[in-house]
């Protein structure tokens, strides 16, 4: 079963509008962590946003903020106020208790901001 | 700054050729690993290190192997490269626990085996 799940290959929002990228997760790890990573055209990655299993308050990290909803194993990123240059593809991955050191990836989602 | 650095961001080899692909970090990070990304499978994880000379295999590590003999160098190596070796490579570090785990990455390197 495949651990990070992102259901949308591609999505288009307009320049200034919200989005909302969507990641599920699967583990039965009570202690893990979820991430969003960002990866532009150039490659690299990006670390954005941040949520421990343990977290009372959803992340926040300037126009990012990770809806996190335990029960459902769902840690959607938002990102409000779209700008140009939020047009990469967005990566969800998990770090598990049982795994400590390394990230397990989704397989992404193409984000194109349109002016 | 923190700093990954990978060796060289485009390759081009030949089927059957040895391919070293480097990568080195500047701060002082135990854990180092490999990932592979491919269109549609996001990242894969090939490799990583927890210590100098120490490595444990990924989800995919059939045809490649590492070295790690030195805290801040992880390499990379396809033995005999294949076409299905064509893809993005891409090192990481982070330090030990307790962290959330944040891994830091290179640029990246693009490897296409003809």
């Known amino acids: 079963a495949q651990k990070i799940t992102q259901t949308q290959p591609g999505m288009f929002v307009q320049e200034k509008e919200a989005v909302t990228l969507d990641c599920t997760y699967d583990t039965s790890d009570p202690s893990y962590g979820l991430f969003w990573y960002k990866q532009p055209s150039s490659g690299e990655m990006i670390f954005l946003i941040y949520q421990g299993s343990y977290d009372q308050q959803n992340a926040t990290e300037g126009r990012y903020s990770l809806n996190f909803q335990k029960a459902r194993k769902s840690a959607n990123l938002v990102i409000s106020a779209s700008q140009l240059g939020d047009s990469a593809m967005y990566f969800c991955a998990m770090r598990e208790s049982s795994s400590a050191r390394q990230l397990t990836f989704g397989s992404g989602t193409q984000l194109t901001v349109l002016p | 700054d923190v700093k990954v650095t990978q060796s060289s961001r485009y390759l081009v080899k030949r089927t059957g050729e040895k391919v070293f692909l480097e990568c080195v970090q500047d701060?002082?990070?135990?854990?180092m690993f490999w990932y592979r990304q491919d269109p549609g499978l996001g990242l894969r994880l090939i490799y990583f290190?927890?210590?100098?000379?120490?490595?444990e295999k990924g989800d995919i590590p059939e045809g490649y192997s590492v070295s790690r003999e030195k805290k801040e160098r992880f390499s990379l190596i396809l033995e005999s490269a294949s076409t299905n070796q064509t893809s993005m490579y891409l090192c990481?570090?982070?330090?030990?626990?307790?962290?959330?785990?944040?891994?830091?990455f290179g640029e990246g390197s693009r490897l296409t085996v003809l």
């Open positions: 990481a570090s982070s330090p030990r626990p307790p962290n959330t785990g944040e891994l830091f």
């Open positions: 290190s927890y210590d100098v000379k120490m490595k």
């Open positions: 701060m002082d990070h135990e854990n």
